[in-house]
């Protein structure tokens, strides 16, 4: 059991979303970083899609009432257990009554807790993701609360998870050539030209050659972009069409939204583009106020992408489970 001792707003419980519902309206939510999620549950030898606590408002502290072994992953800041400054994406073992401590990070905008065992949460719809348009899900449907109480899973022994000091190297570092940086501190995030790119002028030329800042006016719905206003050349009335996290539109104002994890499940703007989905998670460490650009991409380019994360994961499951099957032989 972990209980929340201090916490801010929108602070939830999310795993890997619910997908499959879209059709009767249903958000499929989840982690607005699912990278830092599949990682931190795959270092401890949780299901990827386990449900972990994302922290996006600071400072958070959780107490232990039993021990645990977690990862804080996403932040590229210290975790702070019992006062003393622990690693990020690094396994640390964690005693009953001890507190962890999460403060704002320096760059990033979330932090993850994951807890081997994941959080005994009754999944809703096939997930124990927190929807906070439909009040449901995570833990009653809300942000966290001080007070809250959240059970662990039951897999949390010793010999079943890494020890402490088992880590792995962040994202950006490790897929540093996947994943390329600005020279000017800019967000670099690639997209696909969607189905209503051709109604602006010079192949939307203005919306890939500026430089975007996002909006105050941005949550976990939907990204809204400042910068010069991009229009079509012709007004098309177009019906409501299905939409996805990722789809960038272009309401009258013609400043774009991208859609983000609790995504609209429709909308009526022309879709100028669509965010990679091995793109998103760098949205969704983007703060308010981050300026990003959109680097045209190719459909091969998003599948090499995806190829080389996978490999990434992929190599983090394999390390785990070796460091377990040592710990179990020398039991």
């Known amino acids: 059991m972990i209980e929340i001792i201090e916490t801010g707003p929108f602070n939830t419980v999310q795993d890997l979303g619910r997908p499959g519902y879209r059709d009767i309206g249903v958000s499929a939510s989840g982690a607005m970083d699912p990278l830092a999620v599949r990682i931190g549950n795959s270092l401890l030898g949780n299901d990827e899609g386990a449900a972990v606590l994302e922290i996006q408002t600071f400072p958070f ?20 257990l019992d006062g003393i400054e622990k690693l990020s ?41 927190t929807s906070l348009r439909g009040g449901f899900g995570g833990h009653a449907g809300r942000p966290l609360q001080k007070g809250d109480r959240i059970a662990i899973g039951d897999d949390a022994s010793l010999l079943a998870v890494p020890p402490s000091g088992l880590a792995v190297v962040e994202p950006l570092v490790a897929l540093a050539d996947v994943f390329p940086q600005s020279t000017d501190g800019a967000v670099l995030v690639r997209a696909l030209p969607a189905g209503e790119h051709g109604l ?33 050349t012709d007004v098309v009335e177009m019906r409501s069409h299905g939409v996805v996290p990722g789809v960038i539109q272009v309401p009258p104002g013609g400043e774009p939204i ?9 909308g009526g703007y022309p879709k100028i583009a669509g965010v990679i989905e091995c793109d998103l998670w760098r949205l969704g460490q983007a703060r308010i106020g981050s300026r990003l650009r959109f680097v045209r991409s190719t459909h091969a380019q998003a599948r090499a992408v995806e190829q080389a994360v996978a490999r990434y994961i992929e190599d983090v499951k394999v390390t785990s489970g070796m460091v377990k099957r040592a710990l179990k032989a020398f039991a």
């Open 61 to 80: 502290c959780l107490r232990f009432d039993r021990r645990a072994v977690f990862i804080v992953s996403g932040s590229d800041g210290a975790p702070l």
């Open 89 to 129: 994406w690094c396994a640390h073992h964690a005693e009953a009554g001890q507190v962890l401590e999460l403060r704002q990070p320096p760059k990033l905008a979330r932090a993850y807790v994951c807890i081997a065992g994941g959080l005994d949460i009754a999944p809703v719809m096939g997930s124990r993701s």
């Open 200 to 232: 602006f002028a010079e192949d939307g030329a203005a919306f890939w050659n500026q430089t975007w800042r996002i909006s105050a006016r941005s949550d976990r719905t939907g990204y809204r972009l400042s910068g010069d206003p991009i229009m079509p």
């Open 258 to 266: 991208v859609q983000m994890s609790d995504a609209n499940t429709a």
